[in-house]
């Protein structure tokens, strides 16, 4: 089984569609390993596993356990690492942070969200040998509303001037979040690195959803989440059935112990 490098997705720019999706545990990373190109260990997991409201109070320690089990049972994707909220204040703090996710973890990257404010930091990182994915359009750490991006002319022109500076500072890929469709196929025919949508149209040159959602698993669902089944239901109908088998003493049966 090959692993998959920089070089490859780079390739894969205008060529093949990149497949990418998230997972936060060992044995979900055995399974989208054998079908994506990256696996983000995102932060989103904050609200998917923890409950939480958002991923501003998702901290760097919680992040590392996750990464670490997912980046040991993946043994084909490219392993990308969220940094969390206010761990990249400026290039000093994000490098010292990067290097300690990169050691701790073995992933193959990290991602920073953020537009032409962080330029200078991703610059020094990718300088400094740490790989780094950008992530430009909603920003989930610092959005004040979950709203699509990319409406009015000024959003607009932020974005695009955004999506040229960060594709410029050495980034590998760059994820486009919940903007316009004509946006995005306007950043990705424009800038030289590949595109990774999410609710950002079939234009770019990859695509990611948090897989939780995709499955069925979340009780919210934006608009761009094309849920491929319904775990959630299913996870039910079957706990139910092991209650009743319970207090019925159908469960344990005489397979299930020891004599």
């Known amino acids: 089984m090959k692993k998959i490098t920089i070089k490859n997705i780079l390739s894969k720019k205008n060529k093949t569609p990149i497949v990418c999706l998230t997972a936060y545990s060992a044995i ?16 989103s997991l904050g609200m998917v ?17 996750h990464a670490k089990a997912v980046k040991m049972f993946s043994r084909r994707s490219f392993v990308v690492f969220d940094m969390p909220y206010k761990t990249y204040t400026n290039k000093i703090t994000a490098y ?18 953020g537009g032409k404010e962080i330029v200078g930091t991703i ?28 409406k009015n002319t000024l959003q607009e022109k932020k974005i695009f001037k955004d ?22 196929k306007k950043i990705t025919k424009t800038i030289s690195v590949p595109t990774i949508g999410i609710g950002a149209s079939r234009y770019c040159d990859g695509q990611i959803l948090v897989t939780e959602d995709m ?21 039910e109908k079957n706990v139910k059935k092991y209650m009743q088998d319970v207090k019925m003493r159908k469960f344990p049966s005489a397979k299930n112990i020891y004599r």
């Open 49 to 65: 596993l923890y409950g939480m409201k958002n991923t501003r109070e998702v901290k760097i320690e919680t992040m590392i356990l």
């Open 215 to 235: 499955l069925g698993l979340s009780e919210k669902y934006p608009k761009f989440v094309k849920r491929y089944t319904n775990l959630s239901s299913l996870m």
């Open 28 to 43: 979900t990373a055995k399974i989208v390993d054998k079908y994506c190109d990256i696996i983000l260990v995102g932060d």
């Open 96 to 113: 010292k942070n990067a290097k300690k996710v990169i050691k701790l973890t073995k992933c193959d990257a990290i991602k920073l969200e």
């Open 123 to 150: 610059k020094y990182l990718v300088k400094k040998g740490i790989p780094v994915m950008g992530h430009i359009g909603l920003l989930p750490q610092t959005s004040s509303n979950f709203k699509v991006k990319g």
């Open 163 to 184: 999506a040229l500076e960060i594709s410029n500072s050495g980034v590998f890929a760059i994820v486009i979040e919940c903007v316009l469709e004509k946006l995005a």
